[in-house]
């Protein structure tokens, strides 16, 4: 902080904003882009609004730094996509209701299949849309997940009944790894070999899979054992770790920070306390902040006495309860933060006790809920070189300035 930048030229508005670094994402698309192997592809998984960054813009910059596809949980999120003149292939990675077939076919959105009795309800779906067809599917085997997914026995008739239909067309045959995060590689190279054997019986069957894919971050960053046709990469496209275990390689960086600005400043006294149910009292007197950011942001009540925020290269600890829209820190003696200054809620230095890693550890869980936790309330901004170059907020509700 410090030196101007587009947060300080940023259009006028609420004072706590999410900033994601485009040129991270980019960065980080190209880092897989170069490290897997020759004819694998990148896929960018952007679901639950791009893990919190605001699914468009990600997915756009993936695509520019070369990500050959998406993927998203649901219809909705999909078609989102399309609106916004996004082109490649998206893959619905989750189960859907059979009331969403017709806006799936329309918005040409990949499905996956898992089970064969919904085979004959989507081609007969197909067949009287007016989308493109045929209908590209993937189908979907379970290797040990026990989640989603066809049972490896059932994984040959599936896709023989896709087959079976002019109407789709099987473009994928993939799986997904329960604990590639883990030290212990036994169980992901079980399921490797689980899935391999599927493939090759889908072979004999003299059916062509299409791409074939295994890898979830946690998977690719292990090395290239499990890169077939394509990797899925979610949350290291963000720059953040799939586990505490996992250190990242240098090449990828976080893209999102939090900040805001104090927006009072006074001092209490001895045995004064602070917020809700007056969790903490003053040991000796302190000058306390407030911040404009609260549990229905996403900022966890959990970190009520427990979270820090950053200013000026001081740490403030969070001073009681965190309450909905608001929350109070305590400002160390000697720092001086006026009404204005800017604070760090969240900060994408990996080594910060208030990185996105930080927050987790002291909530006791992981990256991807914090921040797929940050609600829509805070504006993303979204930077590129470090110039302001889109915003999305409450208003446009999704929308972003089509001109980027
Ligand atoms: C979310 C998801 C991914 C991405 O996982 P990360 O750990 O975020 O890389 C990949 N595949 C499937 C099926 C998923 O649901």
Request: aromatic share 6%.
């Amino acid at each position: 902080m410090g030196t101007p930048d587009a947060w300080d030229a940023a259009p006028p508005g609420r004072a706590t904003r999410i900033i994601v670094d485009l040129d991270a994402i980019e960065g980080n698309v190209r880092y897989f882009r170069d490290a897997v192997s020759p004819g694998t592809a990148v896929m960018a998984v952007v679901k639950a609004d791009g893990y919190g960054h605001g699914a468009v813009m990600v997915a756009r910059a993936a695509v520019a730094a070369g990500a050959r596809s998406l993927a998203v949980a649901t219809v909705d999120e999909g078609i989102v996509l399309r609106r916004f003149g996004l082109d490649v292939p998206i893959l619905v990675l989750g189960p859907i209701d059979l009331s969403e077939i017709t806006a799936a076919i329309d918005a040409t959105l990949t499905l996956t299949l898992a089970d064969e009795r919904f085979v004959p309800v989507l081609a007969h779906a197909a067949r009287s849309s007016s989308g493109s067809l045929p209908l590209p599917v993937h189908v979907k085997v379970d290797t040990g997940m026990n989640r989603f997914g066809a049972s490896p026995e059932r994984s040959i008739p599936l896709c023989r009944r896709v087959i079976g239909h002019p109407e789709l067309a099987l473009t994928g045959v993939y799986s997904h790894f329960a604990d590639a995060d883990d030290s212990d590689e036994r169980f992901t190279r079980s399921q490797a070999e689980r899935f391999d054997a599927i493939l090759s019986r889908v072979r004999s069957a003299g059916i062509s899979p299409g791409v074939a894919h295994l890898s979830n971050s946690a998977g690719a960053l292990r090395g290239r054992a499990y890169d077939y046709g394509m990797v899925r990469i979610g949350i290291a496209l963000y720059g953040l770790s799939p586990s505490p275990a996992m250190t990242l390689p240098n090449g990828l960086r976080p893209a999102l920070s939090l900040r805001s600005r104090i927006s009072r400043v006074h001092d209490i006294d001895v045995g004064e306390s602070v917020s809700y149910a007056r969790t903490y009292v003053a040991e000796r007197r302190e000058r306390i902040g407030l911040v404009p950011i609260g549990y229905a942001d996403g900022y966890r009540r959990g970190l009520s006495n427990q979270g820090v925020m950053a200013a000026n290269g001081s740490l403030l600890p969070i001073r009681g309860r965190v309450c909905m829209d608001q929350c109070v820190v305590g400002i160390p003696e000697g720092s001086d933060l006026p009404i204005g200054a800017k604070v760090e809620i969240v900060s994408a230095d990996v080594s910060a006790p208030n990185s996105v890693a930080g927050i987790a550890s002291s909530l006791g869980t992981i990256d991807y809920e914090i921040v797929s936790g940050l609600s829509r309330r805070i504006p993303r901004y979204y930077t590129k070189g470090r110039r302001l170059v889109a915003v999305q907020d409450l208003h446009t509700v999704g929308l972003v300035p089509e001109t980027l």
